[in-house]
Structure formats: structure tokens, C-alpha cells
């Protein structure tokens, strides 16, 4: 599989298979092909790993794409202003990712569900395990960091976009009362300790809804 990613701020990757090869998705997540790639839906792994996709805010089946006869050409479109990364997943290569934030990959990555729960607040995430390349889109401009042992990032909790799989995540309370209800930072922060690659960006789609609901009418 060859691919390239063009089109920034609004991004789309081209992937060009060989006959046989397969790609993976989401429903709804195609956006262009040649007559030849054949797809079939499937819960990809049972209905233990669809179950564990939808807690991670995916749909229960997957998509498999596969180049029948010859090349194929599949290309996949991000849905937000922001940018596609391509990740080499492998053992020792997992990467935990905003949930939805999974476009695709090839058919040896395996999608499963990372959830981190303290304090009464559910942080739900997507781990992208086995091998192969895996594309996926994050919201606005990424910055990113690579934290020694030990080290520490307090992260807004929307504005994780990935970290290597090394890395441990924690939930904790804003501290003090006033903080929480006035300080307008939400009551939870995501505390992110290294070993690990962390990537961040700067226009959660979460946020970009929050700026635009009171400009939006309401029902009457």
C-alpha cells in the first residue's frame, strides 16, 4: 500500500493497493474509489471488540476494503478542519487516540477501547494495536511532546488528541470548588506522564461547539 495526504486544513489520503490488499474504516468514512475495491461489512473481531468500538464512540461494524482484480484506489476524507496522520503501528507501537479519531488502516490493526475511569468521570479512547499503517485525523494544529519518565503534561481533557501507548493517563478534580464552577475550565483535567510521544491540538471540535451554541437558535 502506497498513500499520500493532501489537501490541508482539509485533508484527505489517497491510498493506492495492490490487488488483494485490504484497507479498514469506519462506516461512512470512504469518500472516493475505483469500480474494483470490493467492501464488506463485518463486526472485525466479534461482537466483544464491536461492543468495546461503540463504548469508544464507533460504530459496532467496520468496513473492509479490498483491491479485486488489480490496483485500486480508495481515498478517505477527514470531517474537521485539522490534519491526517499516518502511524506505523507494531508491537511496542501502540497509540491510544481520541475516540472517533480513527480513519483508517490497513487490515492488520486492531481497534479496541481504552477507557480510564476515576473520580465518577469516564474518559473513553480508541488503542490501535497490532501492525500495519493507520491513518488519523485530529482537530486543528498539532503540537507535540516527548515526555522523559516520569514527566507530566495537565491537559484539558479535549485537547488530547493521541500519546504513545507507554504513556499513562490520569483523570483528577480541578482543585477547589470556586475553581470548578467559575473558573470555567470544566471540573476534570487529564494528567498525561511519560514514558512517551504526546500529540495535542489546538481545536477540539467539542470546543468549537461550545463557542457556537449560544449563536445557534433554539427551538421555540
Given at each position: 500500500m502506497e498513500y499520500q495526504i493532501e489537501g490541508a486544513p482539509l485533508p484527505v489520503v489517497i491510498c493506492q493497493l495492490e490487488a488483494g490488499e485490504t484497507m479498514l474504516t469506519e462506516r461512512g468514512r470512504m469518500s472516493w474509489m475505483t469500480p474494483n475495491m470490493k467492501m464488506e461489512t463485518s463486526t472485525n473481531g466479534g461482537l466483544g471488540k464491536a461492543f468495546g468500538r461503540m463504548l469508544s464512540g464507533d460504530s459496532i461494524f467496520q468496513n473492509r476494503y479490498t483491491a479485486?482484480?488489480?490496483?485500486?484506489?480508495?481515498?478517505?476524507?477527514?470531517?474537521?478542519?485539522?490534519?491526517?496522520?499516518?502511524?506505523?503501528?507494531?508491537?511496542?507501537?501502540?497509540?491510544?487516540?481520541?475516540?472517533?479519531?480513527?480513519?483508517?488502516?490497513?487490515?492488520?490493526?486492531?481497534?479496541?477501547?481504552?477507557?480510564?475511569?476515576?473520580?465518577?468521570?469516564?474518559?473513553?479512547?480508541?488503542?490501535?494495536?497490532?501492525?500495519?499503517?493507520?491513518?488519523?485525523?485530529?482537530?486543528?494544529?498539532?503540537?507535540?511532546?516527548?515526555?522523559?519518565?516520569?514527566?507530566?503534561?495537565?491537559?484539558?481533557?479535549?485537547?488530547?488528541?493521541?500519546m504513545d501507548a507507554t504513556c499513562s493517563m490520569d483523570i483528577q478534580a480541578v482543585p477547589g470548588l470556586k475553581n470548578m464552577v467559575f473558573g470555567g475550565e470544566g471540573i476534570f483535567n487529564t494528567i498525561i506522564t511519560g514514558p512517551g510521544h504526546v500529540y495535542l491540538q489546538t481545536m477540539p471540535i467539542s470546543q468549537v461547539a461550545g463557542v457556537l451554541r449560544p449563536f445557534m437558535p433554539t427551538a421555540k
Open positions: 479485486q482484480g488489480g490496483q485500486g484506489l480508495i481515498a478517505f476524507a477527514s470531517s474537521f478542519p485539522g490534519s491526517i496522520r499516518a502511524f506505523d503501528i507494531g508491537p511496542g507501537r501502540e497509540l491510544v487516540v481520541q475516540k472517533s479519531g480513527f480513519l483508517a488502516s490497513e487490515a492488520g490493526v486492531q481497534l479496541s477501547v481504552f477507557f480510564q475511569k476515576k473520580l465518577g468521570s469516564g474518559f473513553i479512547m480508541q488503542k490501535l494495536s497490532g501492525r500495519g499503517i493507520a491513518f488519523t485525523e485530529f482537530d486543528g494544529h498539532i503540537v507535540e511532546y516527548d515526555l522523559d519518565p516520569g514527566e507530566s503534561l495537565v491537559v484539558d481533557t479535549g485537547y488530547l488528541a493521541a
